[in-house]
């Protein structure tokens, strides 16, 4: 036990989580390399895109497709097309195309909606509280629990936001599953 009571003295990572922190630096690392990533695979897709109307709109316009069983033509321009993906009904996507489609698309949209709730409930309740917690952190540590230090009625904002989120999501997204 002794030498395992030695060598934990030794090690230089003892302690190491009340160093400064880091976070936006170790953000930005990753965000800019991923960014640089997913800007080339958007700008080859909006490219081919036109080019190659037979790989990525082939239900618009191909003569094997009776005309009623066709997809509608979806915009030219270059970000138009997301305008027109966004309107078409889900009645249409499920009579139209495979149920493996369909219940994506349902997910997605399930998912954004919730996404966004989370974050209209949580953002303008938790930042504040976490801010001002009186932890001593920096930079990204600032805006989380860990900030909040002596202070046992400003952790009650977390489990309060968390009721709300998940009692008001699961309701919702049940509701929205069975239309």
């Known amino acids: 036990m002794s030498s395992l009571l030695q060598n934990q003295s030794a090690d230089a990572n003892i302690g190491s989580a009340q160093t400064p922190s880091n976070s936006?630096?170790?953000?930005?690392?990753?965000?800019?390399?991923?960014?640089?990533?997913?800007?080339?695979?958007?700008?080859?897709?909006?490219?081919?895109?036109?080019?190659?109307?037979?790989?990525y709109r082939p239900r618009t316009f191909l003569g094997s497709l009776r005309q009623h069983d066709r997809s509608p033509a979806v915009s030219e321009s270059l970000f138009g097309w997301t305008g027109d993906f966004y309107n078409i009904p889900d009645t249409y996507i499920l009579n139209h195309h495979t149920l493996d489609g369909y219940l994506f698309l349902r997910l997605l949209k399930i998912a954004v909606v919730c996404c966004l709730f989370g974050c209209?409930?949580?953002?303008?309740?938790?930042?504040?509280?976490n801010i001002t917690g009186?932890?001593?952190?920096?930079?990204?540590?600032?805006?989380?629990?860990?900030?909040?230090?002596?202070?046992?009625?400003k952790l009650f904002a977390h489990a309060g936001c968390a009721y709300i989120v998940f009692g008001m999501q699961k309701p919702w997204s049940f509701r929205h599953t069975t239309d």
């Open 24 to 55: 936006a630096s170790s953000v930005l690392s990753t965000l800019v390399p991923v960014a640089i990533v997913a800007l080339v695979w958007l700008t080859l897709f909006l490219i081919f895109r036109k080019r190659f109307p037979r790989y």
């Open 134 to 153: 009186g932890g001593g952190q920096s930079q990204f540590s600032l805006l989380t629990m860990a900030n909040v230090k002596n202070n046992y009625y």
């Open 120 to 129: 209209l409930v949580t953002w303008p309740v938790l930042f504040p509280v």
